[in-house]
Structure formats: structure tokens, C-alpha cells
């Protein structure tokens, strides 16, 4: 070979290997990691939203400070399988028929594509574990690796809190460390993905279920909350004087609470929630600091989210299932490196399911026309950015709630309402529907109301959660991206 020759090869090779080096940056850039946190039932009672005086979450204070709170996110739906679907397909209940627990959302919406899915056909490794769909329903063909959730201890006498045929609604602490919890199986299992090397981007979903009923937690989570020192929720008696027959019914006073306020467990309850939420606060620990160790940790955006609030005695309703603040009022925080400010917060309404179109914009996947949410790109740029529309959740067929960021509005089926004056009122004790001067902020609001009301998606049984992961891939192969 010539000196010339020897020359030209020698060239040759640093230009491909700037190319192949720019090629790899442009990728990492415009395909990041992705680290999707699902928290299970955990309501605003978290440090950075303030919803409880006693909470300690320094984890989830050092993720607000890497990016963006939104304080008003609410979910599509107070129950966590039509919740965790609308996230999943952008698809709203109102258009799926998608509404409760025991109706399994795939057959409801055969041809959707699932954000794991189209993170997937753009050539993203997708990986899940944990509680990411409702576990009953979970879809196996989203994933090319899947961990079902792990098992969690139980206390030695079960119930615990003393109230009779309570099933899982109950609390204590159980004699177990950090390392027979079912969450932390779960994050041990994320943090292995988090620092294997690869040349792909990657999706992973992790799913905690705590804080989610049974409270359930070791000591040490109890001992952070000492029971003479644990502050109730401000609750009224006479709350649902002015509430319609529709919000009575949801709110089943005489079921939950009678229960906890007759055993004498509401303390205990409320110590037990905030032990379960400092338990999570821990795992969503260990989850960003496997992140900073990981090969791609600067490259990652992090999105976390709860499914929907919860209840502690607030309107003299326990769980979830109601229309109201503190059911769907929900954790949203996202972290885009080069993007978000460290510490901001925004405080316009927003839905979970905007989450979804979020990150297609973010990741360049492509965007789908089924979507019915809104990219919250403009408002990671800049929190007071114009946003105008109301945050709208869905409970049963034809039960609405739009969240503004003064008000609350509920129409029920029946075409009874509520509104709240969230100023003056962010209890939401004073129903103010059939105040006339408010007419015209009713009348405003209802144009956000959808148009769609599909009826009850039919009841099935669990899916197996036992078959394996992305075998075929037939929903992602499937997809196709060019229309």
C-alpha cells in the first residue's frame, strides 16, 4: 500500500468516526432515556405539594428540585384501571366506555397503541415492572420485558386496625425490612436496567403500589410519625348538606368512614398513609440515585405520576371514587435535562394523560390522532405559559369534573352540580352551583365537557399475568408509523 493509500485510509476512518460519534449524539439527543415512576394512590400529602404538615418526602423534594412540579394535575379518573388506561392510550374514559375497576380497557380499545408501544416501533428497548397498567390488566404485548409486581408482608393478625371484615382496608406496621417489601424486588429489578449498558434508548416503566391499600409498611416508617403528633384532615360535618344526591351516593358516608371514626382508627389510619408514602418517597430514592450512577444517567428524562388522590375523611369519604379535590388531585413531576428549570413550578390545571403526548414530543415519536391531551412541552418551558384549558376527570358514565385554576365544576348524570371556589374555598365545603352571579363561569366551563358519553365497557375476569412479555410484539409490529 502506498504512502498515499496509507494516507486516504487514515482519513477515511477519522471521518467515519466522527460521523459514527455524531450520529450516536444526535441520537442520545433526540431519542433520550426515558425513567416513567407510577406511584399507586398517593395523594397531594407529599412535601412539595403540601396537601399534609407531617409528610417526609425528601426524595421526592430532590426530584422537584431536578425539574418541574405541576400542582395541579389531576387524573382522567379517580380509579386506577380507567386512570392508568386513559394515561396509556390517550384515550378518555368518555370515549372508551372505560370507567371502573372491573372492565378490562384492551378489549374496549382493540387497536390502541400504547405508549410503551410506540416508544417500542421507534426503537426504544421497553421495559416494565410493577403496577404500570392496573394489574389485573396488565398488557402483556406493550412490553419486551415485563416484572409482575412483587408480594408484599402482612401483619401477624390481619386486620390489623380492628375493623371487622375490613379485607384489605387496613394498616400497621409489619415486622419486615426494606428488602421484603414488593416494591423494592420491583426497583432492584429497574436498577439493573437503569445501569446496563446498551446501544438503544430506553423506556423504562416502574410501578410501585405503595402507598395503596393495605397500609402496610416496617416500623420504621411508623416511628418517622408519632401518633400524639399526627394532624387530622380538616373535615365538616355538615359537608355534604349542599352536595346532591349523586355526590352523597359516591361518597358513601355511612360505609368507610362510620367504620374508621366508630373503631377509633382515623389517627391510626392517617399515620399509617403517611408511613406508606414515606416507604414509596425511600424506593423513588434508590430509583434516582441508580439514575446518577447509570452510564446514560444525563441523558434520561424522568417523568413520575400517581394514578389519582386519595380520600382520608375529607367530605366523610375514604379511597378514591369521588369528583372532588382530593381524589383527583395527583403528583406530576418531569425532569427533561437542557430543558426544565431546577425547581420550577407550575400551577396551571393540567390532566395525567397530557403526559403522553409529552413525551412523543419530547422523544420525536410520532404523534397519534387518537390522542385526546395536550403536549405540556410550552408549560416545561415556562410554567405561566397560556393554558387555558380545564383539567377534566371522568367518574362512571356522564360524571364529570373540569378543574380550573380557580374553580371546580361537577356535573353529575342526573344534571345535578357542584362548584367550588377553590380562592375562597380550597376545602370545597361551599357548593355554589345555584348561585346565579356564577352562571356565566358554569356556562364557561361546560363547553370543556365531552361530547362523548360511550356506554359501560363490558365487566371481565384478570388477564393472565403470567405470560410472557412481548413474544410476538404483534401490537407494536403492527403499528404503522408512515400514515
Known amino acids: 500500500m502506498t504512502r498515499m493509500s496509507l494516507v486516504v485510509l487514515f482519513f477515511s476512518l477519522l471521518i467515519a468516526q466522527h460521523v459514527t460519534a455524531d450520529d450516536q449524539n444526535r441520537s442520545a439527543t433526540e431519542h433520550p432515556d426515558v425513567l416513567f415512576i407510577a406511584v399507586d394512590d398517593m395523594n397531594d400529602w407529599i412535601e412539595p405539594l403540601g396537601g399534609h404538615p407531617n409528610a417526609r418526602t425528601p426524595n421526592l423534594n430532590r426530584l422537584a428540585k431536578m425539574g418541574v412540579t405541576f400542582t395541579q394535575a389531576h387524573c382522567a379518573a379517580p380509579a386506577c384501571n380507567p386512570s392508568r388506561a386513559a394515561i396509556m392510550t390517550g384515550v378518555r374514559p368518555s370515549t372508551s366506555g372505560v370507567y371502573h375497576n372491573d372492565q378490562p380497557w384492551r378489549p374496549a380499545l382493540p387497536d390502541a397503541i400504547t405508549l410503551p408501544q410506540l416508544f417500542w416501533k421507534h426503537g426504544y428497548k421497553v421495559v416494565g415492572g410493577g403496577k404500570i397498567f392496573h394489574n389485573a390488566y396488565n398488557d402483556n404485548d406493550s412490553w419486551q420485558v415485563w416484572k409482575k409486581a412483587g408480594d408484599f408482608p402482612e401483619p401477624k393478625q390481619v386486620p390489623n386496625s380492628g375493623i371487622a371484615n375490613a379485607a384489605h382496608f387496613d394498616w400497621g406496621p409489619v415486622d419486615a425490612t426494606d428488602q421484603q417489601m414488593g416494591d423494592h424486588t420491583t426497583v432492584d429489578w429497574a436498577i439493573q436496567h437503569l445501569q446496563a449498558e446498551r446501544q438503544e434508548p430506553l423506556f423504562l416503566a416502574c410501578g410501585l403500589i405503595r402507598p395503596h391499600l393495605p397500609f402496610y409498611a416496617p416500623q420504621k416508617y411508623f416511628d418517622q410519625f408519632p401518633l400524639d403528633k399526627i394532624e387530622l384532615p ?17 361518597a358513601k358516608p355511612e360505609g368507610d368512614h362510620r367504620k374508621v371514626i366508630e373503631a377509633g382508627q382515623h389517627r391510626a389510619a392517617v399515620q399509617a398513609y403517611l408511613a406508606s408514602i414515606a416507604y414509596a418517597d425511600y424506593e423513588i430514592g434508590r430509583l434516582l440515585d441508580a439514575l446518577e450512577k447509570s452510564p446514560r444517567g444525563k441523558n ?12 382520608l375523611g375529607e ?5 378514591k371514587f369521588s369528583l372532588w379535590e382530593e381524589a383527583t388531585r395527583s403528583p406530576l413531576f418531569i425532569y427533561v435535562p437542557g430543558m426544565t428549570t431546577p425547581g420550577a413550578r407550575c400551577a396551571r390545571p393540567v390532566s395525567l394523560m397530557d403526559i403522553t403526548p409529552t413525551l412523543a414530543e419530547l422523544c420525536h415519536l410520532k404523534k397519534l390522532d387518537t390522542w385526546e391531551a395536550t403536549s405540556l412541552v410550552p408549560l416545561l418551558k415556562d410554567g405561566s405559559a397560556e393554558w387555558n384549558t380545564p383539567a377534566l376527570c371522568t367518574h362512571g358514565k356522564n360524571n364529570h369534573s373540569l378543574r380550573s385554576e380557580q374553580y371546580r365544576y361537577i356535573v353529575y348524570a342526573d344534571g345535578s352540580e357542584e362548584l367550588y371556589d377553590h380562592t375562597s374555598d380550597p376545602q370545597e365545603w361551599k357548593n355554589l352551583a345555584a348561585d346565579p352571579k356564577l352562571a356565566s363561569v358554569k356556562q364557561s366551563l361546560r363547553k370543556y365537557l365531552p361530547l362523548i358519553n360511550a356506554p ?8 393472565p399475568s403470567n405470560k410472557p ?14 400514515k
Open 300 to 311: 434520561t428524562i424522568v417523568v413520575l405520576w400517581g394514578d389519582h388522590g386519595w380520600h
Open 234 to 250: 380538616k373535615i365538616l360535618n355538615t359537608d355534604l348538606d349542599d352536595v346532591p344526591e349523586a355526590g352523597k351516593r359516591m
Open 469 to 482: 412479555a412481548g413474544k410476538k410484539g404483534k401490537k407494536a409490529a403492527n403499528i404503522d408509523m408512515t
Open 456 to 463: 359501560d365497557a363490558p365487566k371481565g375476569k384478570a388477564l
Open 315 to 319: 367530605k366523610l369519604h375514604w379511597r
